[in-house]
């Protein structure tokens, strides 16, 4: 089962606006990463935010954790046309050893130039 | 490019038959997890292996098994294939204990006929 779940499925929006993509989570984490993919190929790594962190800045990528709601969201300022992907959560659930990640089903983001 | 290589990209097969992917993790990466992403589940976490031994096993088939070699190169072996096992399936590295990102490779795209 998806530990994560984005929301929402599909957002269009222009260049230059905003971006704001949320995560809901079950249960308790050690962190959260959020992961780009363009079309059918590999993620990449984006941000990792950490249990005992509320907000995290990098570029115009900025996520936010709530974790008395297990949520989280990342914005992305001033979007451009090649920020056009699917977007993920990922949960690495605390209490595991191993660090493996459950995905949400992602945000698929297009910015229409 | 994240440092993850992943071999072959595309693979079509026939049902019944068996495949080899293989995957090489980031140099000095200690951890090797593979992953499954399909339309209908999604990208599911399979098993990972860490310096050679297997840590935590996801929702692999029996049908599917893996290693990791003293080089720290991992295959994920597929048998018996069905045409639901179509997918894109990758893999990604950890570096050692503290550090918490996953880097993935760019997948191989298994095509079941």
């Known amino acids: 089962s998806q530990q994560g779940e984005e929301d929402p499925q599909a957002l269009s929006i222009q260049e230059g606006e905003n971006a704001t993509m949320n995560c809901s989570y079950k249960t308790s984490i050690n962190n959260l990463q959020w992961y780009r993919q363009n079309s059918g190929r590999g993620l990449v790594h984006l941000i990792l935010i950490r249990s005992n962190e509320r907000e995290k800045h990098s570029g115009r990528l900025r996520v936010t954790l709530d974790t008395s709601k297990k949520s989280s969201s990342l914005l992305i300022t001033a979007s451009r046309a090649a920020d056009t992907a699917s977007y993920f959560c990922?949960?690495?659930?605390?209490?595991?050893?191993?660090?493996?990640?459950?995905f949400g089903k992602g945000t698929l983001l297009t910015v229409n130039p | 490019d994240s440092g993850v290589t992943q071999t072959p990209k595309h693979l079509i097969t026939a049902t019944g038959q068996r495949v080899t992917l293989r995957c090489s993790p980031r140099?000095?990466?200690?951890?090797v997890y593979w992953y499954q992403q399909s339309l209908d589940q999604g990208l599911q976490f399979l098993i990972q292996?860490?310096?050679?031994?297997?840590?935590a096993k996801g929702n692999i088939l029996e049908r599917f098994s893996a290693q990791q070699f003293p080089d720290l190169h991992s295959e994920l072996n597929l048998s018996s294939l069905e045409l639901g096992d179509s997918a894109l399936y990758f893999c990604?590295?950890?570096?050692?204990?503290?550090?918490?990102?996953?880097?993935f490779g760019p997948g191989t795209r298994l095509t079941v006929l």
């Open positions: 140099s000095g990466d200690l951890s």
């Open positions: 990604a590295s950890r570096g050692g204990p503290g550090t918490d990102t996953q880097y």
């Open positions: 990922a949960t690495d659930a605390r209490g595991g050893s191993n660090y493996k990640l459950t």
């Open positions: 292996y860490y310096n050679g031994e297997e840590r």
